[in-house]
């Protein structure tokens, strides 16, 4: 068999077993990574050089960050404060959630945040009596929103602003006003549609507000010390390129840190790492690879550039559109990776300028941004969640995902696509 068809055909099979579960999500992406290499569509040295060590490392140190926060209560006090202020109005409370999750993803990560807002919760939704599989599945959308708009908000955001030398300031004054039209439309969303169906009775809305939420706060020593250990870390993301250290060293150290000033036991630590999460991308990194190395997705990469001709408004859409529907397939971190040089490739062809005020780029980020939200595996934040939802008992299937996420994506990529043509390509 041609090996572009091999490829092709190892990647449906196990997208197909991802998408319809009939083995572990898990398992399914590692079989069809092992399988590139065991079949020789791709070499096991580029197969293994392809897994982004950066993504895997940054998970890792903040599932264990994130975990000893849990531990001392403190996202339990958050919790009951926010219900507080909301007056126990579950839809209230969902919209307060996804404005803080989107402000937290701008200013850290989107990883991050749903690391730490996922345990705030999944208790908030138990002291409410309500479902959180919605509460859990429009947070990772604010998130992937909230991450657009800053240079360290997405880790696609880190790879374009470095191939295209855009520094933190200038992405924000690009990206932010169109994500925050997109939050803005999205918040009124949730709102309107959640509201009909959050309802809870008045004796649990008085419940919640008689809860003294100091007495959740169960390991004040430990909280202690993680608390500004998390800090710092956060602070460090903000200035990781300052310091020349990769988001996943400064998330590694400040866990290490936190294991050994909090005395926490590493085998515990360890345990309450969500594998299942960080061995998907391994095998999600490896079937992509196996893709590129046959030279389907540069293919893709020509065809664009071939089709845009001497269009740039045509080479924008062309780049924005496939960026949505592909990222959301192939992850939004491989398939940015890849599309790099390609647009890099197109920018020079087109003579459309460096940097900032090139609109090819800002197509690529708000594609991969926005177009996380379709599907499970669109972002590393979206498979987080929905293995963290598995093992607290609650299922978030691929089909569940997909009908939230296709009206979302629709209007966030329409609202992207009209933002791109008024700021750079109308005048």
Same mark, same amino acid.
């Given at each position: 068999?041609?090996?572009?068809?091999?490829?092709?055909?190892?990647?449906?099979?196990?997208?197909? &077993?991802?998408?319809?579960?009939?083995?572990?999500?898990?398992?399914?992406?590692? $079989?069809?990574?092992?399988?590139?290499?065991?079949?020789?569509?791709?070499?096991?040295? !580029?197969? #293994?050089?392809?897994?982004?060590?950066?993504?895997?490392?940054?998970?890792?140190? =903040? /599932?264990?960050?994130? !975990?000893?926060?849990?531990?001392?209560?403190?996202?339990?006090?958050?919790?009951?404060?926010?219900?507080?202020?909301?007056?126990?109005?579950?839809?209230?409370?969902?919209?307060?959630?996804?404005?803080?999750?989107?402000?937290?993803?701008?200013?850290?990560?989107?990883?991050?945040?749903?690391?730490?807002?996922?345990?705030?919760?999944?208790?908030?939704? @138990?002291?409410?009596?309500? %479902?959180?599989?919605?509460?859990?599945?429009?947070?990772?959308?604010?998130?992937?929103?909230?991450?657009?708009?800053?240079?360290? +908000?997405?880790?696609?955001?880190?790879?374009?602003?470095?191939?295209?030398?855009?520094?933190?300031?200038?992405?924000?004054? !690009?990206? /932010?006003?169109?994500?925050?039209?997109?939050?803005?439309?999205?918040?009124?969303?949730?709102?309107?549609?959640?509201?009909?169906?959050?309802?809870?009775?008045?004796?649990?809305? *008085?419940?919640? =507000? *008689?809860?003294? %939420?100091?007495?959740?706060?169960?390991?004040?020593?430990?909280? @202690?010390?993680?608390?500004?250990?998390?800090?710092?870390?956060?602070?460090?993301?903000?200035?990781?390129?300052?310091?020349?250290? %990769?988001?996943?060293?400064?998330?590694?150290?400040?866990?290490? $840190?936190?294991?050994?000033?909090?005395?926490?036991?590493?085998?515990?630590?360890?345990?309450?790492?969500?594998?299942?999460?960080?061995?998907? #991308?391994?095998?999600?990194?490896?079937?992509?690879?196996? $893709?590129? %190395?046959?030279? $389907?997705?540069?293919?893709?990469?020509?065809?664009?550039?071939?089709?845009?001709?001497?269009?740039?408004?045509?080479?924008?859409?062309?780049?924005?559109?496939?960026?949505?529907?592909?990222?959301?397939?192939?992850?939004?971190?491989?398939?940015?990776?890849? /599309?790099?040089?390609?647009?890099?490739? =197109?920018?020079?062809?087109?003579?459309?300028?460096? +940097?900032?005020?090139?609109?090819?780029?800002?197509?690529?980020? #708000?594609?991969?941004?926005?177009?996380?939200?379709?599907?499970?595996?669109?972002?590393?934040?979206?498979?987080?969640?929905?293995?963290?939802?598995?093992?607290?008992?609650?299922?978030?299937?691929?089909?569940?995902?997909?009908?939230?996420?296709?009206?979302?994506?629709?209007?966030? &990529?329409?609202?992207?696509?009209?933002?791109?043509?008024?700021?750079?390509?109308?005048?």
């Amino acid at each position: 068999m041609d090996e572009r068809a091999l490829a092709l055909l190892i990647f449906a099979l196990a997208y197909v &077993a991802i998408v319809t579960e009939i083995v572990p999500k898990t398992a399914a992406a590692l $079989l069809g990574g092992l399988a590139m290499v065991a079949l020789r569509v791709v070499d096991q040295e !580029h197969a #293994f050089e392809a897994i982004d060590l950066n993504v895997i490392f940054l998970l890792a140190g =903040m /599932m264990v960050i994130a !975990h000893e926060l849990g531990r001392t209560g403190v996202f339990q006090w958050l919790a009951v404060r926010t219900a507080k202020v909301a007056r126990g109005d579950p839809t209230l409370v969902l919209v307060l959630l996804c404005l803080i999750t989107a402000v937290g993803s701008a200013f850290l990560d989107n990883v991050t945040t749903v690391v730490l807002m996922v345990p705030l919760t999944l208790f908030l939704a @138990r002291i409410l009596s309500v %479902e959180p599989v919605p509460f859990l599945i429009a947070e990772v959308m604010a998130s992937n929103i909230g991450g657009v708009s800053t240079l360290v +908000g997405d880790p696609p955001n880190v790879v374009i602003g470095s191939a295209a030398d855009i520094d933190f300031l200038e992405f924000i004054v !690009h990206a /932010m006003p169109v994500a925050v039209l997109v939050l803005g439309l999205f918040l009124l969303a949730v709102y309107l549609l959640f509201r009909p169906r959050l309802k809870v009775s008045n004796p649990v809305r *008085e419940s919640v =507000m *008689e809860i003294d %939420e100091r007495e959740l706060v169960t390991d004040a020593r430990l909280l @202690r010390v993680a608390g500004p250990v998390a800090l710092a870390t956060i602070v460090a993301f903000l200035f990781h390129g300052a310091l020349g250290l %990769e988001p996943a060293t400064i998330a590694l150290a400040g866990a290490a $840190l936190l294991i050994v000033l909090g005395r926490v036991s590493i085998e515990e630590a360890l345990r309450e790492v969500e594998w299942n999460t960080l061995f998907f #991308f391994v095998g999600l990194f490896m079937m992509v690879q196996g $893709l590129a %190395e046959v030279g $389907l997705l540069s293919d893709l990469g020509q065809a664009l550039s071939d089709v845009s001709g001497d269009s740039v408004g045509l080479a924008t859409m062309l780049v924005l559109w496939p960026a949505v529907l592909l990222s959301s397939v192939l992850n939004q971190i491989p398939y940015t990776t890849v /599309m790099v040089p390609v647009v890099g490739e =197109m920018s020079r062809a087109l003579a459309v300028g460096e +940097g900032a005020q090139n609109p090819l780029w800002w197509a690529l980020a #708000f594609g991969v941004g926005f177009g996380a939200n379709l599907t499970t595996v669109g972002a590393a934040a979206n498979v987080y969640v929905v293995n963290v939802a598995a093992r607290a008992g609650y299922d978030v299937s691929f089909l569940t995902f997909l009908r939230y996420g296709a009206l979302v994506t629709l209007v966030s &990529a329409v609202v992207a696509s009209a933002y791109l043509w008024i700021r750079y390509l109308a005048f």
